[in-house]
């Protein structure tokens, strides 16, 4: 059974920075691709980052890119998002989800986590 836990969430003021991480279990984690998407009221879902270790290449929005970073600790099925110069504009529930690498990118074909909140505010 697919399971993805994310946590790490929580408030932040403009500038700051937060570690989200995202457990993963009953997939061989080793051959998917991880995801990072972020939902904020009213808001469609969008995808912020994802990592393929198999193919060891990374991608990320250009809302994110040189903020955030995505990287996995295969020894413990995790995947991280490091969030720094956090924006007000970041706000919003982030998911974690999981794909085939097959699938050549991130789009929660195997499974996704709860979510956690994240809160940029001053």
């Known amino acids: 059974q697919v399971q993805l836990v994310e946590s790490g969430g929580g408030l932040v003021q403009p500038g700051g920075s937060l570690r989200l991480s995202c457990v993963t279990s009953g997939f061989p984690f080793d051959y998917y691709s991880i995801g990072w998407f972020r939902q904020a009221p009213g808001k469609e879902r969008e995808g912020v980052a994802c990592?393929?270790?198999?193919?060891?290449?990374?991608y990320y929005a250009e809302s994110v890119k040189g903020r955030f970073t995505i990287s996995s600790d295969n020894a413990k099925n995790t995947v991280y998002l490091q969030m720094n110069s956090l924006k007000l504009e970041d706000t919003a529930v982030y998911y974690c989800a999981a794909d085939p690498a097959t699938r050549y990118g991130c789009f929660g074909d195997a499974g996704w986590g709860q979510g956690t909140q994240v809160t940029v505010s001053s």
């Open positions: 990592i393929s270790s198999v193919h060891g290449s990374s």
